[in-house]
């Protein structure tokens, strides 16, 4: 199918943008498209005006101090990978970054553009939210700063005004003494996860502090546990793995559908919380090894 027509709009500015995005009524913004251009093919979305930001070169940087990762509107998933400031800074995004899809809508899909579209069946709105991140939204009305756990109020609905474009979203840096890591069950490489999990262990030397996990596919905005009680002990052996597990299947509630029924994404989110946090704890041990 081919889109319905729009008009057809490339700002030279972010300042520009913003006030066409002000001045439009039935709008879309387009940065990656790998999200938009099939709801627009499909017609699922008809909006009246695109405004293209793909010329704004002020929007596509990665900039990483030491305490923060800042990705642009238009930093490309594939770039956000492989920045090595990214990788040392907060190995979650790039381990969570590697199951987005396929090579080719890595390349154009952007990371900021994935957050937006708020998909709770997608990785990095989970990532943002896990890690307690933030993103700045512009408008003609100035700019602000949103948390991750004010933005998604929906599936697919976030809490951005009608006229405001994000331009950055904000990682933290990984604590010392943690570790991180992501994994998830697809029926296919590169489709949509039927669940999905991504971990942050904390430990204060060899005793587990803290153990937070976020998940996707099984529930309607990205959905973040604190499984600290489960390692009271802090220890990661067999009988703290059983609690954490336990203590998932108890708390998520996903929907059944034509790929997974309720119950059996329920069994992945505790299964791939076992591994996960293995997965996250062994990386403690190996970062506190080299330090």
């Known amino acids: ?26 709008v879309k913004v387009l940065a990656g498209g790998q999200s938009l251009i099939p709801l627009l093919s499909m017609r699922l979305a008809a909006p009246a005006t695109l405004i293209d930001l793909g010329g704004l070169a002020e929007l596509a940087g990665i900039e990483v101090d030491g305490s923060v990762v800042c990705v642009g509107a238009l930093a490309r998933h594939a770039e956000v990978e492989r920045h090595p400031g990214v990788r040392a800074t ?21 990371t900021v553009g994935s957050i937006v579209h ?77 669940a999905g999990v991504g971990v942050v262990v904390e430990c204060d030397g060899d005793r587990v502090s803290r153990v937070r996990a976020g998940y996707i596919s099984v529930s309607e905005t990205p959905l ?23 203590l998932v299947t108890e708390q998520v509630e996903p929907e059944g ?12 989110a505790g299964v791939l919380t076992r591994q996960v946090v293995e997965q996250a704890y062994a990386a403690t041990v190996v970062r506190q090894g080299a330090a």
């Open 1 to 26: 199918m081919k889109p319905a027509p729009f008009d057809y709009l490339r700002p030279s500015s972010l300042a520009q943008a913003l006030e066409m995005y002000a001045a439009a009524t039935d």
């Open 90 to 110: 907060q190995p979650l995004i790039g381990q969570a970054l590697r199951l987005v899809a396929h090579p080719t809508i890595r390349n154009r899909g952007t």
């Open 118 to 194: 708020a998909d709770a069946a997608a990785e990095m709105p989970a990532v943002l939210c896990l890690l307690g991140g933030h993103v700045v939204a512009e408008s003609v009305r100035g700019s602000r700063d949103i948390a991750a756990d004010d933005l998604f109020v929906g599936p697919l609905e976030t809490s951005l005004a009608a006229d405001e474009i994000v331009t950055g979203a904000y990682f933290p840096a990984l604590p010392a003494g943690a570790g991180t890591a992501f994994d998830e069950v697809s029926r296919r490489h590169g489709d949509y996860a039927l």
């Open 224 to 246: 973040v546990l604190d499984l600290g009680a489960a390692f009271a002990d802090g220890v990661v052996d067999a009988a703290a793995l059983d609690r954490a597990a336990a």
């Open 257 to 268: 559908d034509i790929h997974a029924s309720a119950d059996y994404r329920r069994h992945l």
